[in-house]
């Protein structure tokens, strides 16, 4: 069963990111940190969803409110992702 996602903010990081034209990408703080507005976004205050560092199975994600910069080195988005299959119920279907 896949995780269930809080309901999805407005005001989100991830709300911002799928605005983009470009449906999958690499974001690198460092280098993106050049322009002014990409810099300021990156080091205010937003809302993300977030687990914690080490994912584990039934763990409930939930949004946090940090600067993207002060968390992460770069960021990849991905628009469209499935559900993760767990690999010990699909070796036992084989």
């Not at 949004?63 to 993207?68: A, F, Q, S």
Request: proline content about 4%.
């Amino acid at each position: 069963m896949p995780a269930r996602l809080p309901d999805a903010k407005v005001e989100a990081s991830g709300a911002l990111l799928a605005q983009c034209n470009v449906p999958n990408f690499i974001l690198d703080f460092t280098t993106a940190s050049t322009d002014p507005s990409i810099n300021f976004y990156l080091n205010s205050q937003v809302s993300s969803l977030f687990y914690d560092a080490g994912y584990k199975k039934g763990q409930v994600a939930q949004y946090i409110t940090h600067k993207l910069v002060g968390t992460y080195d770069a960021l990849i988005f991905i628009r469209d992702t499935n559900a993760a299959t767990d690999i010990k119920k699909m070796e036992a279907a084989n």
